[in-house]
Nanobody, 119 residues
Framework: QVHLAESGGGLVQPGGSLRLSCTVSGGVGFSGNMMGWYRQVPGSQREMVATLTSGGTADYNRSLRDRFTISGDNRKHTVYLEMNNLQPEDTAVYYC????????????WGQGTQVTVSS
């Protein structure tokens, strides 16, 4: 069974930093896929924060690219999200996702980790 284990969320003051981690287990192959981070505020749609393909191509939400950095370690089946200069509007539940669009197709989500930015 595929499992995405997220960690690193918490409470941080404005201007602070956090690093989220997501490790995938359960037999999912790690070639030809994408891992990414999304976030959601209650009452709003889930939005893409950043994605990273197994080939190393990163994509970002344009409004976040100056402060957030995605990276990955294929050997550890882990993707990271470094978040700097956090602001109250970054408060959300952050979700990890792993998706593959070619056979075998799959699309899995983590349970989410809360990030709260407040003084």
């Amino acid at each position: 069974q595929v499992h995405l284990a997220e960690s690193g969320g918490g409470l941080v003051q404005p201007g602070g930093s956090l690093r989220l981690s997501c490790t995938v287990s359960g037999g999912v192959g790690f070639s030809g896929n994408m891992m990414g981070w999304y976030r959601q505020v209650p009452g709003s749609q889930r939005e893409m924060v950043a994605t990273l393909t197994s080939g190393g191509t990163a994509d970002y939400n344009r409004s976040l690219r100056d402060r957030f950095t995605i990276s990955g370690d294929n050997r550890k089946h882990t993707v990271y999200l470094e978040m700097n200069n956090l602001q109250p509007e970054d408060t959300a539940v952050y979700y990890c996702r792993v998706r593959r669009r070619i056979t075998p197709v799959y699309d899995y989500w983590g349970q989410g980790t809360q990030v709260t930015v407040s003084s």
